[in-house]
């Protein structure tokens, strides 16, 4: 199935490793060009090489990396140019960038609860406001928030649920404002998802019976997920074939998410 993909232009943020690695290969995959972030200037370098290549073979325009914090507005804002001006424009934007602050309340003062609502909610906002004029001109786009299932239900750390929760209703509400512009919003929520030198490898790692508990009791599958199964449902997404989808919640994980709605 041709997705309509191919020629249009595409930003995700924390995209060298993990979830956004996938994601933007997925999208280059679909001749789509691709401009990427992340902290690290090295891996910005070669994941961007990478992309480039993978864009160009499907008849994409290539790709850019950005070495910068998600949490930088002024870097946001010279990615964006920069995107636009490479490329000529922005049809989708992935907001993928995100962390957990573990602790108790007791455990976590005011300063880490800003730190986590700054990256898992204030920079999607940011790159969405910077985002929704490029995409008018183009007659529309997509935007894809990167949530969590424990953002649509009680789990995980505190700050990291409660700045999820958040961004899943920034999701609903900016789906609501910009669909007479054609500009869809939606949210994928992951549930646990295991690469090579992620969180959950790590966990496992230093503690291998937890692991066989936690998929016993946690994932009627009988494992954790992997990023490709993520990105898949982003470029289902980002397929102007999803015109109809906008301000939804899709939970892509292996049926461990409890929540009803």
């Known amino acids: 199935?041709?997705?309509?993909?191919?020629?249009?232009v595409a930003i995700v943020t924390g995209a060298t490793r993990g979830l956004g690695r996938a994601m933007a290969e997925a999208l280059a995959s679909e001749g789509m060009a691709v401009a990427i972030c992340a902290r690290d200037a090295?891996?910005?370098?070669s994941a961007a090489a990478s992309l480039a290549q993978l864009s160009s073979s499907h008849g994409g325009a290539g790709a850019l990396g950005h070495a910068a914090d998600a949490t930088d507005a002024s870097a946001m804002e010279r990615l964006v140019s920069e995107t636009v001006k490479r490329f000529g424009g922005v049809d989708v934007l992935v907001n993928n960038a995100g962390a957990a602050r573990p602790g108790a309340l007791a455990e976590l003062p005011d300063a880490a609860w800003r730190e986590q609502f700054d990256l898992n909610l204030l920079a999607p906002v940011r790159l969405a406001r910077l985002v929704v004029a490029e995409m008018e001109k183009r007659g529309g786009g997509s935007i894809i928030n990167i949530g969590s299932i424990y953002g649509r239900e009680a789990g995980g750390p505190m700050t990291y649920n409660a700045s999820k929760a958040a961004l899943h209703s920034f999701t609903k509400m900016l789906a609501r404002e910009f669909a007479p512009k054609a500009i869809r919003v939606n949210t994928i929520a992951p549930g646990s998802i295991i690469f090579p030198g992620g969180v959950w490898e790590g966990i496992f790692k230093a503690d291998p019976a937890f692991e066989k508990d936690f998929i016993a009791h946690d994932l009627p599958a009988g494992r954790l997920g992997h990023p490709d199964e993520v990105a898949y449902a982003v470029v289902m997404l980002a397929s102007p074939r999803a015109s109809w989808i906008t301000g939804a919640c899709i939970p892509v994980d292996g049926a461990q998410g409890r929540s009803i709605v």
């Open 1 to 8: 199935m041709d997705l309509g993909l191919e020629g249009k």
């Open 42 to 45: 090295d891996q910005v370098k």
